[in-house]
């Protein structure tokens, strides 16, 4: 099992890093089983989106993630404690940073989607620093 997971590693790495110079979006639509408790929600849903990020801006070769300068980043979070500390921590990275909350989605549910924007290349980062 091992090795082909390896392998699929490498056909991965090689199509999204060096042919393709990664994504032009990515798009978490992850969400937990939830258990009513508003804040316990928030608190997976925030840890799933993390996720989200970190294979986004940090994973893979050089550690700038799979999302390419310029791309997007979507993802679905329950509203609560964290989530607006969560974008203004997002705000650095994108051109834009906002909140979608579909039509289809019932009045008294939490689901939003937090978007990035044109992400900010990494070298551009670090000369603002």
Known sequence: MGSRVTRTGRVLEDVFFKKAKGMDVVLSDMCHFTHGNKMMDSYKSLELAQTAV????????????????????????????????????????????????????????????LIGLKRHSPSDLSASA
């Open 54 to 113: 970190d294979i986004a801006m940090s994973a893979g070769p050089g550690s700038n993630g799979i999302l390419r300068p310029g791309g997007s980043l979507i993802m679905k979070l329950l509203q609560g404690p964290g989530t607006m500390e969560f974008a203004a921590d997002m705000r650095p990275y994108f051109k834009k940073v906002a909140w979608q909350r579909p039509k289809a989605t019932r009045s008294e549910s939490k689901e939003v989607y």
